[in-house]
């Protein structure tokens, strides 16, 4: 495994809190990093291509900046076509990213957790809704963070998928199956609301993804000390 002691060192006593960029006021980005900066464990960074996800997002040099305002470590979701995905994974890994997340669904898997060991960037692997988890076991030997997709790619806004706790449950399953020596952690990202978020947690979710729950909260200190107590 490469060196990532910062996720031996996450809260395990409460939800790790990640805090997604993409609901961040974009016009005051700076600001909401400060806003947030006590309660953010992880920053959560989307990219993608337009193909692989329907959105476009976002870019090596708004990681690099991130990592100044930002004392949070920061993990990239990468949704990108085989073709650039190694292209991708050495550009966000050169920006500073200290996590690297990239889908089951790439067809070069191997190729990307060659390289991000390479790197000695800590990876993680991201399902789609409809994605099977019987590909877990393979990789959990190479991986820190497993990502569970509640909603379709790409898409804010959503519910989430009545299927998405009962696959938490699973996945949870498998990953304690494996007997590993070092920490996966299971996220869940996607259609995490204030009436599914003490769902999520109760099927397994040790981190989840926080978008407008966080960030368009009346008082993030109140919406904080919640998230903490499930």
Known sequence: MTDAHWIDALPSH?????????????LRLADDMQRIASHCDILHVDVADGHFAPALLFFPDLVAALRKASRAPVHTHLMAADEILLDQITQFADAGSDLISIHAENANIDDALDLLEERK?????????????????????????????GTAIGIKGVGLDPRATGR??????????????????????????EQTLPLLRQAGAETVVLGSLAFGAPSLEDRMDWIHGL
């Open 168 to 193: 938490l449950t699973a996945a949870r399953a498998l990953i304690a199956a494996a007997q590993l020596p070092h920490r996966v952690v299971l996220a869940s990202d996607g259609g995490n609301r």
């Open 14 to 26: 409460r939800l790790i809190c990640e805090f997604s960029a993409w609901s961040a006021d974009l």
């Open 121 to 149: 960037i800590p990876a993680g692997l991201v399902l789609k809704v409809d994605s099977p988890l019987d590909v877990l076991p393979r990789y959990l030997p190479r991986l820190r963070f497993v990502t569970l997709l």
